[in-house]
């Protein structure tokens, strides 16, 4: 996607890590776009169906891929979701994983009032950085960055460190 003046970044992880709160911020700061997969799921009606075990809607993906696909190809975006292996690989040029400790992230979860079922596939799901090892394998590991965020410490210092890598992306790619 050569011609682009802005990245496109990925942010994903666990639920309850931070993904929405820190695209947000990010876009505010810098002029990007944020594309919360979620909304863009609900807006265009981008399910297959409902899972009842787990209490939720099922992601028609290549929908969703469609959809986005012109904003990614202009570039400028933050993308916030916590799967990574149904995007095109070629879309980013940077993705960062949020990892949270499980007590903090327990508890997170419960405010949002998952259910038992839910809550235990999700702890377990980063104690066993299912959602690294997926962006490991879907993009060249050398643009996939593993960033803590179990405090608004962490939140703060992950929000500079991509801003600067954005000011250097800028200036390595548009003289």
Known sequence: MAGRTSPNILITGTPGTGKTDLSAKLALAT????????LVAEEFSCYEGEDEEFECKVLDEDKVVTCMTADMERGGNVVDYHGSDFF???WFDIVFCLRTDTAVLAARLEERKYGELKLKNNLES???AVLLEEARDSYDPEIVHELQSDSIADQEANLERIQSWIKNWRADNNG
């Open 31 to 38: 002029g990007l776009r944020h594309i919360n997969v979620g």
């Open 88 to 90: 095109e690989e070629e």
């Open 126 to 128: 980063e104690i066993f």
